[in-house]
Each structure stands twice: as structure tokens, then as C-alpha cells.
């Protein structure tokens, strides 16, 4: 929010520098975040003077250019080669002379250097109006005043207006100080409490008055809860035209760029008082009534921006008896608004329901100055005071006349808050006691009236304007921004609690996981939760109300095309090897229900290492992102997992791992179909973890430990045909099953699949791993539990030694 410090000033009569200004600001709570200085005209003419022509003639080289002398005030007049067609000996012009900067509208600027103009010396510049920034006339030179001495600064003869322009980062719930007088009644406070005595000047309406009743136009609230407040008034006879300087300069200090001197006065008092208005012409209004109502769902509305809209049926409409508008309190409708042909004008000013402000504001995709202070919410009780405060400034700029009484609807007046303040509860808080004369003096600063007080406490009633302040802690906190943060003592002694913390607490699970995911080549991701709804074409979608683009629409249901745009992403610019993590929530709808689980998604393509002198490059399989899913458990300490075939969506091959009936992990090769929007042709495998069934086996895992075997290990292997349906696993489990106490391990080392082997059968190494922990083995105590583990294999799995 800008704030220009000279028109702070109408209400405060200081005489501090801005930085101090900024830096009580700043102390109260209005932190400036920086301040920028304001020039109405760029350069504030800085190199212009005024110049007496004492001769005009023709150019000996040029026919339309003219060879003149021109006075500003030296010993010597200044040859000026000039081309405008009406210069003439005798006129007070503006002159630029050398070394003065000119700027152009579109921010150029150049300098002027003496030359020479078709053989004839030139020492300067005979300007035009809009050479010296004052406005867009260029049909010749600017003529000035003849009683204008020469070499008079022309900063001196025009309106030059110089300010300095605080950029404050206002926080939301300081809707009081979102104006210029809400400003100046804050800063008022903090210099009352450092010894300062300033009035603060409120712009007066006593000389408000009712010229004629001639212009009456009728008021309907169909919805007060929504329009707890409308007000209106008639003005008629206005000449619609620009506003003075005085007022373009107040507008565009801030940032804001001048209309009319109708819109323009109501962004002023808008600007000055936080009050937001809106001026219909009243030729427009069919039926001279208005009525404030909601539409039905649908209704096509064009607002000023020339830009339809569909209303929702919760829009807050200003209608007359056959169209709507205005959305109230957020933007004017096309055909209502001010135009140069206006004559008669209904004034509005209300007070709208915030939250419904705010949905209409979002639903429309409107952020108006308007709308900023209505969600917010403003002082109700100010309403009827800034209506006829902009009365009076369109009558002083427009003309016209007051022509109807003041049409205030208001049945149910708002009560202002009453909060008990207990002294203890205030030097507890703040940590050191502050003296109750004081307190009463900060109160009534910040206009909280005192309506009794105690041995305990005080009863205070908060000002409408204080919106915010509605609880004990609100005021402890005012209190104490207006005495001063700085002037809090800080004690020797710092107390702090600890909290106790479960080693289970997620986010410490998730770090573990992601640095050991980190220590393998693993690349964490952050994507947007928000995704394309082409991507969600199966089930319910949870789709949001206000999207801010039709591409990012929906909450993702999976994790898969978000982590694709990335590797699609980085593919695009010749990173062929990735190796990437992500943590984060999938969101669906189950009927009336809504879901939000969380994952952990691996996504692997490319090369596992890349080419060196010791390696060469080996592509990535489904086995190496099956040994990163293992030592994911495995470090999680989850065990007891059963493997069974995927049926996921997107995977065309891979296995599914669960645990009582809770899948825990789902892994395999993303199908060809999936990846081909993306562009993606090489093969991308996919991990995804359910994260919630992950956390509730991690919390049931116990530490175990073993001592360190004394004994040595023995390693034995078989080389087995086997009928190509029978899975490792099975060797795996039947292994185990026949010697439970001595077989420590199974691997498998080598597949075959050679032409030399029967139809239908493959050959597996597999490797056994012995240890007995109580002594060494003997020979004949392995050759029999390699001979039982034959007999097994084939009887059970009909295999044969090769």
C-alpha cells in the first residue's frame, strides 16, 4: 500500500523527516518497506528558465526552421534554432539550456548539448507543453505569461509538486489503517506516546447542505445480512472533465492514474478515509431505483473491463429495476459507470458483508481497491460521513448540486466490542509491567474508551474501525505496539520448555528416507499438487472452485504424471540419467468423502552409473529398483512382506508388496501408453510407497541385535533345471523350510535359458550360505543338508541337477 507523505501531512501537521516518520511507522507496526520520491513533473524542470525572444527570423539554411535570440537573464541572449511555426519575436517562452535532461512518456530521456542546426549555431531549447513533461500538446511552443521576468525558473512559474511516497507492508488484519487518515490516526498515537502533541485534522462536512430535492432515487436492500449498511445520494448539473493538478498529483503519487473529477473524487476519498465508493449515472438507472440483491446462478454480466461474466448466485448485485450494475463492492458494470456525457450522478457508499466480498472478488478473479478494503473489512460507522465528504469534493470540482437527502439504510446497529482488561494479564504477556497511568494514556490514543475501571482491570469499549481488535490479547498487543517492542527489556535468564518427540514423528522417517535415498544417486522433486484435468480422466477428481488456469484445475490423484513432466522435463535438455524422490499427498473423492493419502514415489531411467575407465554404462532394470525399495524397507525395518503381481493402472510389469492384507509398496516398468505424452521413449521404472501404511508398520518395528558369529561360514551351490514357471522364491522359501537353523542365506547367481535345455525349462544357480553358531561344520554335517535340500527340490519342484 503507498502512502504519500504530503498528503499525510493535511491530517498531521509534522515536520520530521520521512525516514524518522517511516521509522515510527515502522515501530507501530505499519513496517515501510521502502520509500520512493514523487515528481509531478519528471525533473521538476530542473534546467528551464524563462526566455525573452528579442528576434524571430528565418533559418539562411532551412526553410522551415527559424534563427532566434532569446534573453534568459545572462549578460548575452543565446542563438536557439527553434521549428515551431508560431514562435515570434516578443513572447515568454520556456527554454531548456545546455545540460538539461528531457524525458519522453516512454521513459527516455536526452540531454541538451550546444551544436550546430543546418550550419547556425544553437545554444538551447524553445520548448513545447508536452517537451517539458506538462502535458501532450505539441502543435507548438509552450507561450508563457509576459510578465514573467527572464531566466525565472520555470519550477517556480508551474505547479511542481515533490513527495515522498511510503510503500507500507500492511498486514491483513489491519483493515484501520488502509488509508491515509487511518495512517495518520496510528502515527498520531505513537507520537502522543513520545511526548509529541499533534492534532489530528479531520476533513470537515458541517458544510454539507441539500441545494434541491429534484432528483430522488429509491433504495432496496433485499439481503441486509450480505448489505448490513447502504447509503445514497443524487448530485445533478456536474460537467464531467479533469480533475485539477492538485488532485492528479495526489492520485499519481500513489500509483493510481486520473479519470474524471467524479471517479477521480471518489478514489481520493477512497484513498483518504478507507472508504470505498461508487458513482452510477443516474440517467442509467431504469426505474430511478436500486435495488441490492443476488441474481440467479448464470446471469451474464459485462463489467467495466469489457469482459462478460457468468454471476454466481451468491453475488452480492446493485441492480435498478431492470439490470444489474455493479458487483458489489468489487467492480462496475459497463454501462452504468461515468462517462464525459454525464450530468447526473447517484452516489453510493455501503457496507458489504466481507466474507461475501471476498468469495466474489476470487470467483471473478477481481482484486480492486475496492474489494481489498471490503474483504477486510471496513469501519460501518463510517459510511454516511465519507458520502457526504465526497459530496462536497464532486460539487467543489464538478459543479452541480446536492439534489436529494442522504438515504441512509442501516436497521441494525452495530454494537461495538467490550473486552475486560486485566492488569496482570497484561504484564504477564508482555513480560514486564508497564504503569497504568500509561495504559489509560495509550488507550485513549488509540480512541479504546475506558468505561470503568478496578483494582484488576479495566472495561473498554474498541472503536468500530478496529475490526481486528475483538479479544484481551488484541488490546495487550495495541497496547504495547504504541509503547513501544524497543523498549522491552530482555532478561538475563531464557526459560524454554522442550517438548517430547516420538522417533516414529513422520517427518523424521521422511528425512531418514530421503538422505539414504540421497547417498544412492536419488534427486528429491517438489511438484504442484494442482494438475491438468486431462490427466484425471477415471473416477472422482476433486476439482477446484476458483482455478487460476484450466491447466491446473484438479488435485492430482497419483504421483506418476507430475514426476513425468520432470523427467520429461529434464530429457528435454540432454539429461538422459535420473534417479528421483518425491514426498507428497494424492487427493481423490469417494462419494460424499474426501481422501488425502500420503506417498513416497520413485521414478528411475537412464544409465545406473555412467561410462568411466574402470565401467562401462549399465542401464537401469527392474531388479536395481528392486534392491532400492528393499533397502527402503530394510531400513525401515519392515519385514514379512508378500509379493504378488501388480494390477496397477500404470505399471505393464512389476509386483505388488503387502503386509496383513496393506499394500506397502507397489513397483514395476511404467507402461509405453503413459509415457508417450510426455515424449518419453526410454524406459522410466516406478516405485510408489503407501506412506501412511508404511508409518503405522514402522511404529510396530522392534531394534534388534545378535552377537557376531564365532564360526565360519560354508558356501555350497546347486545348478538346478527347472520348469520355467517355477519363481525363485520358491527355492528361496523351500530352502529355508527344510533347514531352518543352518541355512543362513539363498542367492541366485546365474539363469539359463540356452538352446542345450529341454523345451520349457530354464537352469538356476543358486548359492546356500551355511553357518552353524555353536560350532564348525563337518564335512558329512553339509554334504547331508545339501543332500536333504536335493531330495526336496525334487520332489517338490521336480528339479534335476545339472
Not at 276 to 303: E, M, Q, S, Y
Request: with cysteine.
Amino acid at each position: 500500500m503507498n502512502i504519500s507523505y504530503n498528503w499525510l501531512k493535511q491530517f498531521l501537521k509534522l515536520d520530521w523527516t520521512p525516514k524518522q516518520t517511516a521509522e515510527l511507522l515502522t515501530d507501530l507496526g505499519l513496517e515501510v518497506e521502502g520509500i520512493a520520491s514523487f515528481e509531478s513533473v519528471k525533473g521538476s524542470l530542473k534546467g528551464f528558465v524563462v526566455g525573452h525572444v528579442l528576434s524571430c527570423e528565418k533559418h539562411p539554411n532551412a526553410d522551415r526552421l527559424k534563427l532566434t535570440t532569446v534573453d534568459i537573464g545572462l549578460d548575452q541572449p543565446l542563438q536557439i534554432v527553434c521549428g515551431a511555426p508560431n514562435v515570434a519575436k516578443g513572447q515568454n517562452v520556456p527554454v531548456a539550456t545546455i545540460g538539461t535532461t528531457l524525458y519522453a512518456e516512454d521513459g527516455d530521456s536526452w540531454t541538451i548539448k550546444k551544436g550546430k542546426i543546418r550550419g547556425e549555431e544553437s545554444q538551447g531549447m524553445i520548448c513545447a507543453e508536452d517537451e517539458l513533461g506538462l502535458g501532450d500538446n505539441h502543435d507548438g511552443i509552450l507561450v508563457l505569461s509576459s510578465s514573467l521576468k527572464p531566466g525565472t525558473p520555470c519550477s517556480e512559474v508551474f505547479e511542481i509538486e515533490n513527495d515522498e511516497v511510503f510503500e507500507i507492508g500492511l498486514t491483513p488484519n489491519r483493515a484501520d489503517a488502509m488509508s491515509h487518515y487511518g495512517v495518520a490516526r496510528d502515527l498520531k498515537a505513537g507520537l502522543t506516546e513520545r511526548e509529541v502533541q499533534l492534532e489530528l485534522i479531520t476533513p470537515p462536512v458541517s458544510h454539507f447542505n441539500v441545494d434541491n430535492r429534484s432528483l430522488k432515487i429509491d433504495i432496496a436492500v433485499e439481503n441486509p445480512e450480505l448489505a448490513p449498511r447502504y447509503c445514497g445520494i443524487t448530485l445533478s448539473n456536474l460537467i464531467v472533465q479533469s480533475s485539477p493538478t492538485w488532485l492528479q498529483n495526489r492520485l499519481r503519487a500513489i500509483g493510481l492514474k486520473p479519470i474524471n473529477n467524479i471517479v477521480d473524487a471518489t478514489n481520493y476519498v477512497l484513498h483518504e478515509l478507507g472508504q470505498p465508493l461508487h458513482a452510477f449515472d443516474a440517467n442509467r438507472i431504469h426505474g430511478k431505483k436500486v435495488i441490492v440483491k443476488t441474481l440467479p446462478k448464470g446471469t451474464k454480466f459485462t463489467t467495466l473491463d469489457g469482459e462478460e461474466r457468468e454471476l454466481h448466485k451468491e453475488d452480492l448485485m446493485i441492480c435498478d429495476m431492470e439490470k444489474p450494475m455493479c458487483i458489489a463492492g468489487v467492480f462496475g458494470g459497463i454501462y452504468s459507470g461515468v462517462t464525459e456525457d454525464t450530468t447526473s450522478i447517484f452516489l453510493e457508499s455501503a457496507y458489504f458483508d466481507p466474507v461475501s466480498i471476498r468469495k466474489s472478488a476470487k470467483r471473478h478473479g477481481l482484486n480492486t481497491d475496492a474489494s481489498f478494503r471490503f474483504e477486510r473489512g471496513i469501519d460501518i460507522e463510517n459510511v454516511e460521513y465519507a458520502l457526504r465528504r465526497a459530496a462536497i469534493l464532486i460539487k467543489e470540482l464538478a459543479g452541480g448540486e446536492i439534489t436529494s437527502d442522504v438515504i441512509d439504510l442501516y436497521p441494525k446497529k452495530k454494537e461495538d466490542y467490550q473486552v475486560f482488561l486485566a492488569f496482570d494479564k497484561i504484564n504477564g504477556l508482555i513480560g514486564q509491567e508497564i504503569p497504568k497511568d500509561s495504559i489509560k494514556s495509550i488507550l485513549a490514543s488509540l480512541e479504546i474508551k475506558v468505561m470503568n475501571v478496578t483494582e484488576t482491570g479495566l472495561g473498554v469499549v474498541i472503536p468500530s474501525y478496529r475490526v481486528d481488535v475483538q479479544r484481551q490479547v488484541d488490546v495487550i498487543e495495541e497496547i504495547l505496539r504504541i509503547y513501544g517492542y524497543n523498549n522491552i527489556a530482555f532478561g538475563k535468564k531464557l526459560n524454554a520448555s522442550i517438548a517430547p518427540t516420538s522417533k516414529f514423528e513422520d517427518y523424521k522417517i521422511q528425512n531418514t528416507i530421503g538422505n539414504l535415498l540421497a547417498s544412492q544417486g536419488f534427486f528429491e522433486i517438489l511438484t504442484n499438487s494442482l494438475s491438468s484435468p486431462e490427466y484425471e480422466t477415471t473416477g472422482e477428481t476433486v476439482a477446484l472452485l476458483n482455478p487460476l488456469s484450466s491447466d491446473l484445475s484438479v488435485l492430482r490423484k497419483n504421483m506418476v504424471y507430475n514426476g513425468l513432466e520432470v523427467i520429461s522435463h529434464n530429457l528435454n535438455r540432454k539429461r538422459q540419467d535420473l534417479k528421483l524422490f518425491e514426498f507428497g499427498k494424492t487427493y481423490y473423492k469417494t462419494g460424499a468423502s474426501y481422501n488425502e493419502p500420503k506417498h513416497l514415489s520413485l521414478f528411475i531411467t537412464g544409465n545406473r552409473n555412467q561410462d568411466n575407465w574402470i565401467t562401462s554404462a549399465k542401464k537401469t532394470d527392474f531388479f536395481y529398483l528392486k534392491s532400492i525399495v528393499e533397502n527402503v524397507l530394510t531400513r525401515l525395518k519392515i519385514q514379512g512382506l508378500i509379493s504378488t503381481p501388480s494390477e496397477n493402472d500404470f505399471i505393464s510389469e512389476g509386483v505388488s508388496l503387502k503386509r496383513q492384507e496393506k499394500e506397502v509398496a507397489v513397483l514395476g516398468i511404467l507402461k509405453t501408453s503413459i509415457l508417450k505424452p510426455f515424449d518419453i521413449k526410454q524406459e522410466v521404472l516406478y516405485a510408489d510407497f503407501n506412506w501412511d501404511n508404511v508409518l503405522s508398520f514402522v511404529k510396530k518395528g522392534r531394534i534388534s541385535h545378535q552377537e557376531v558369529p564365532k564360526f565360519p561360514e560354508v558356501k555350497r551351490d546347486f545348478a538346478l533345471l527347472l520348469d520355467k514357471k517355477v519363481t525363485f522364491d520358491q527355492i528361496y522359501q523351500l530352502g529355508l523350510k527344510t533347514e531352518k537353523r543352518l541355512i543362513k542365506n539363498i542367492t541366485l547367481f546365474d539363469v539359463y535359458t540356452g538352446k542345450k535345455l529341454p523345451d520349457g525349462k530354464k537352469s538356476y544357480a543358486v548359492s546356500f550360505m551355511l553357518q552353524d553358531e555353536k560350532g564348525t561344520l563337518t564335512d558329512k554335517q553339509i554334504d547331508k543338508i545339501m543332500a536333504k535340500l536335493q531330495r526336496t527340490y525334487e520332489t517338490e519342484l521336480g528339479a534335476e541337477l545339472r
